[in-house]
């Protein structure tokens, strides 16, 4: 089986009951920039590359107990950067849902008006990565507040944003069955194995890095997909480096009889779950 190298995560694409309140709501508190605005869809992102594209679905309810979206995961490029982040969201009407220290990174959580999760986290230097019994080490530990934002030194801050440099570092879905998953996501896709954490989530990626994806069975196992009434994921992308790598993936996927359709920008298939995957090539 040929492993995934070289792989980034690139965009995500949600559906939002309210394309206005979602646009406030993503400026003010992450504070992206809508990049391209065509009728009910909007692109977002840093001045340097797009994170999310959202299209309007006016009365879309929360998707509650089906696979889609835990969160989607923006990679900061620094501890201070992540310091600066939290800090500008304390001042926020937007509540944080959580914090945590997962040793391989330091994360802040929220959601956005629809509940789609949102992590912002800064990852520590692989060389700190620890890896017991020949397995990564994965923590939810506390969050260490005071410390992150002494990274700041009292120094005043005008906020302007994320910083450019930040990308889409990993994506969590929820899935219906971890085996299943597992099979698609390292047998098919070529991901590693990276950890698990109790038997209802696993974590792969690509490249030695601690997760590109999450999988998880908390939404319940055997979740169906989200019905056309919700907010959900509509789908994620996963770059390659470069065409021959792309079309490399694609004819391996096609051989083993994964389905796989042309898009107009890459390939589309779906996981067990029926979560969508755009595979593309990075520009």
């Known amino acids: 089986m040929t492993r995934m190298t070289q792989m980034q995560m690139g965009r995500a694409a949600l559906s939002v009951a309210d394309l206005a309140r979602s646009i406030d709501f993503y400026t003010r508190a992450p504070g992206l920039q809508v990049r391209e605005r065509a009728g009910e869809t ?8 797009d994170l999310l594209v959202l299209h ?11 696979t889609g979206l835990y969160h989607f995961a923006l990679l900061v490029p620094s501890r201070r950067e992540l310091a ?3 800090r500008h969201l304390a001042t926020t009407s937007y509540p944080l849902t959580g914090f945590a220290d997962h040793a391989v990174s330091e994360a802040i ?15 520590r230097p692989r060389a700190e990565w620890a890896y017991p ?3 990564l080490k994965l923590t939810t530990d506390p969050l ?3 410390s992150l934002l002494g990274e ?9 944003g994320l910083h450019p440099a930040t990308r889409m570092g990993h994506v969590h879905l929820h899935v219906a069955h971890i085996p299943a998953a597992e099979q698609f996501y390292v047998d098919q896709l070529g991901f590693a194995l990276t950890a698990r954490y109790g038997s209802g989530a696993s974590f792969v990626a690509a490249d030695g890095y601690h997760h ?10 055997g979740a169906p997909p989200p019905g056309p009434e919700m907010a959900r994921l509509l789908w994620y992308e996963m770059q390659l480096p470069d065409e021959a790598a792309l079309e490399g993936l694609i004819g391996r996927l096609r051989e083993s009889g994964t389905a796989v359709a042309a898009a107009p920008h890459g390939y589309t298939l779906h996981d067990p779950a029926h979560n969508q995957i755009l595979l593309s090539a990075a520009a």
């Open 84 to 86: 600066r982040t939290l």
């Open 109 to 123: 959580y929220l959601s956005d008006p629809d509940g789609h999760g949102i992590e912002i986290y800064r990852d």
């Open 42 to 49: 909007a692109v977002l992102g840093t001045r340097e590359r």
């Open 133 to 135: 019994h020949g397995r």
């Open 212 to 221: 590109h994806l999450g999988l998880n069975t908390w939404a319940g196992v």
């Open 152 to 160: 700041l030194d009292g120094a005043e801050d005008d906020w302007r």
């Open 56 to 66: 309007a679905q006016p009365g879309a309810r929360r998707a509650r107990g089906v």
């Open 144 to 146: 260490d507040v005071d």
